[in-house]
């Protein structure tokens, strides 16, 4: 498995409190990519980061935002969580732009 | 707007049958594809991946996927499936110059012993 580890694994939290995903990887990849998954859904593209510093939205990036300030670490923040927000949150990392992405092990988040 | 389509939400087979699980994408022009899977509580891992070449690629496990430019397919089969097979899968697409996959809202599987 590729090295890449997600914290925390589980969280439960309130509504209209902040909460910051952690993502980080051992593969010295340049891109990373935070997605959520829902039912019925799929995976859902919300930030991702073609390198340090460097940041672009994807399709959900609404109450979300990101921060790369080490090649290895990726934050994911919801500056004030919603229960739409309630979610499984998956890290990805890929060595190139078009290639095959890994995930890491999710984080099951809810918001009360 | 641009979208990859899994029209199978769930499957349920008997062990040893044959499967094949529907992807259709709207990008036109080249792209890559791939599938994933999700076994229960797990994180998605890479079955097979289209870059170019032999449209009929194989993956691990028994999985192989048939790219249909014509038809905008990249459909999953397996000959035979086992009950260890049960897990949702996921076909992404990525055309060339993006930065980012495209998931299809996936098919869930389960196979009865």
């Known amino acids: 498995d590729a090295g890449i580890t997600q914290s925390p694994r589980h969280k439960v939290t309130e509504t209209g409190t902040p909460v910051t995903l952690r993502c980080h990887q051992t593969e010295n990849h340049r891109y990373m990519y935070w997605y959520r998954q829902d039912p019925g859904h799929g995976l859902r593209l919300i930030h991702y980061s073609y390198g340090v510093k460097d940041t672009d939205k994807g399709e959900v990036s609404d109450g979300y935002s990101v921060s790369r300030s080490k090649t290895e670490d990726f934050l994911l923040t919801l500056e004030s969580a919603t229960s739409s927000q309630t979610s499984v949150y998956f890290c990805a990392i890929s060595e190139v732009t078009e290639g095959e992405q890994f995930f890491g092990p999710g984080t099951r988040l809810t918001v009360l | 707007a641009q979208s990859v389509s899994q029209h199978n939400h769930h499957v349920i087979l008997s062990e040893a049958a044959s499967l094949e699980l529907g992807c259709n994408y709207s990008?036109?022009?080249?792209?890559?594809l791939f599938w994933y899977v999700q076994y229960p509580g797990q994180h998605l891992q890479l079955l097979l991946k289209y870059f170019s070449g032999d449209p009929l690629v194989k993956g691990i496990k028994g999985f192989e996927a048939e790219f249909i430019k014509s038809k905008f397919s990249f459909n999953l089969r397996k000959p035979s499936v086992q009950w260890s097979d049960t897990a949702e899968y996921f076909c992404a697409v990525i055309p060339a110059g993006r930065r980012a996959l495209t998931f299809g809202s996936g098919t869930r599987l389960q196979v009865q012993p």
């Open positions: 990008y036109g022009g080249t792209v890559n």
